[in-house]
């Protein structure tokens, strides 16, 4: 228990040390339609409506072109699928130990979208290091990760679709 308490407090200063450089970096804001989505979800949000269908609809990309990654407690008994990862994916100071992760931040996708239900160290870590031209997500303590916040303190997915397909209205990439 000591020891998962450190590896947090290691992980937890790495990631300030992230994001103090990614603040400084200029954002390459384009004004290109948005084609390509990543998206990062719990587990517990896949027994609700559909969101990629959700996003298929609103923001009018295909569903071969959204790609969803989805957190998950960790279970030394369960079988994980092949878009899904748990908090022993990552390694100390952040780094990511599996190909898929390293490819998901590497992916030149247009719009990345963290629906997660809470503050999630891990998907801040994905979220810090991708590759996305535009990022959204909910309103959280540190919203310097995201082009766009939405505040909503239910954290509801459908919100926080509807607000995006509007603000990307308005920003010409929709």
Known sequence: MIFQKFKKYWFQKQLQKELEIYVELPRN????????????????QLSTP????????????????????????????????ENEITKKDFGWSGSLKLNKLK??????????INYGLEENLYWKVITLR????????FSSNDNRLYDLSVSDSKRNTTVLTREAEKYLKILKKI
């Not at 804001?29 to 517990?44: G, S």
């Not at 009018?60 to 959204?66: C, G, L, P």
């Not at 991708?130 to 997500?137: L, N, T």
């Open 29 to 44: 804001l384009t004004e290109d339609p948005i084609q390509k989505i990543a998206v990062l979800v719990d587990e517990v």
């Open 50 to 81: 559909s969101i990629q269908m959700d996003l298929e609809e609103k923001l009018h990309v295909s569903s071969r072109d959204i790609e969803v990654l989805v957190f998950c407690p960790f279970d030394k008994k369960r079988t994980y699928l």
């Open 103 to 112: 490819e998901f931040v590497k992916s030149d996708c247009d719009l990345l």
């Open 130 to 137: 991708s590759q996305s031209k535009f990022k959204i997500g």
